[in-house]
């Protein structure tokens, strides 16, 4: 069985065994599958810009026609050099298509398969775990010491130290999700641009942002229809000076992204596969609030919504004396639509 833990899965990232070229990369955390499957394809061919050097398969599509994985994986390519297959798994099952690649492999093309949090009874996963020419390889949310290791390493690339009491401070703030937390870091980063050090006020000041919390809060609470809570979060985001105009915004970008995951889940996906889709764009400690939403919400109520807060926000444009009680009234609404079951 060759299921890699701990520093073996970065050994392995690192320079692969041509011996298990099919290698799958599963997981919660999202931006961590993303980023060592990228890794893998990258170091797999000279050019991942070249489609007769890397091929992307949908997993949906390659259910229909697992034959059409082997095809790939042992397919020469047209110019001559190294070959990769980018499998990226949806909601039906590919095991048959991967059972055959197994049968038949291809020592010089590297098989990547991309997917989401697997239970170890998944048959994906188990397949890929006992097969001897396969590896797979989980991707959890970092626990502390790897976030202290991610940044040094990206305080380092950026030509800068951190301060320990600054490093603490950052390191609670960061986490389930590797590439939302190489983006908070690349941010405090930028702003420290300059200094000899990141200091524990450039936490405060960049990642730690008392206006975005709140608004974040907001945009929660009025999703999960808590509208004793939405009357406490709008009292924060006033206070903090957030505009009505700026409010309107994050309701629309999260109605969006909510939309987006919940035609997933009606499409055969988990609440968790779903919210995991747009951990990139929210940040990872919000992943309950989302899940929660997924379960309240259809996509055909969030239309509604979306177009609710469109016009809401043309609304504010027209009226602009009047923006603040037009932004509270739609959120409000937003509130009580989320507790209705229609």
């Not at 290698?23 to 893998?40: H, I, Q, S, Y």
């Not at 059409?68 to 949806?90: Q, S």
């Not at 939302?180 to 960049?206: N, T």
């Not at 509208?227 to 709008?234: A, D, F, I, K, S």
Request: hydrophobic residues 45%.
């Amino acid at each position: 069985m060759v299921a890699l833990k701990g520093s073996d899965i970065d050994k392995f990232v690192a320079r692969p065994d041509r011996a298990r070229p099919i290698v799958l990369v599963f997981g919660p955390d999202a931006g961590l599958v993303r980023e060592r499957a990228e890794t893998l394809v990258r170091t797999a061919v000279d050019d991942p810009k070249d489609p007769f050097q890397l091929a992307r398969l949908d997993g949906d599509d390659l259910a229909g026609e697992p034959t059409r994985l082997v095809e790939e994986a042992n397919t020469i390519p047209l110019f001559g050099g190294r070959r990769a297959v980018w499998v990226k798994a949806g909601s039906r099952n590919i095991a048959s298509a991967v059972e055959l690649l197994i049968a038949s492999p291809s020592p010089d093309c590297r098989v990547v398969i991309e997917a989401g949090d697997l239970k170890r009874s998944a048959p994906l996963r188990a397949l890929c775990e006992r097969a001897k020419n396969a590896v797979a390889l989980p991707c959890y949310a970092d626990a502390e010491r790897d976030l202290v290791r991610l940044i040094d390493d990206e305080m380092r690339a950026a030509g800068l130290t951190i301060a320990p009491e600054a490093r603490a401070a950052l390191v609670p703030l960061l986490g389930g999700d590797r590439l939302a937390s190489r983006h908070e870091i690349g941010k405090l980063a930028l702003f420290a641009r300059g200094k000899p050090r990141v200091e524990l006020e450039d936490v405060m000041a960049v990642v730690a942002d008392a206006s975005t919390l709140a608004l974040d809060g907001l945009i929660d609470a009025a999703f999960a229809g808590r509208t004793g809570e939405l009357e406490v979060q709008l009292g924060k985001v006033h206070t903090a000076g957030t505009s009505p105009g700026t409010i309107i915004s994050a309701a629309l970008r999260q109605v969006a992204q909510l939309h987006r995951a919940r035609l997933a889940v009606e499409a055969g996906a988990s609440i968790s596969e779903a919210a995991g889709g747009i951990q990139p764009f929210v940040h990872f400690s919000r992943k309950p609030a989302v899940e929660g939403a997924l379960k309240i919400w259809t996509a055909a109520r969030l239309e509604r919504a979306m177009a609710q807060l469109a016009d809401a926000t043309l609304e504010t444009r027209k009226q602009s004396s009047m923006a603040e009680a037009i932004t509270q009234r739609a959120l409000l609404a937003l509130a009580v639509n989320a507790r209705r079951k229609e």
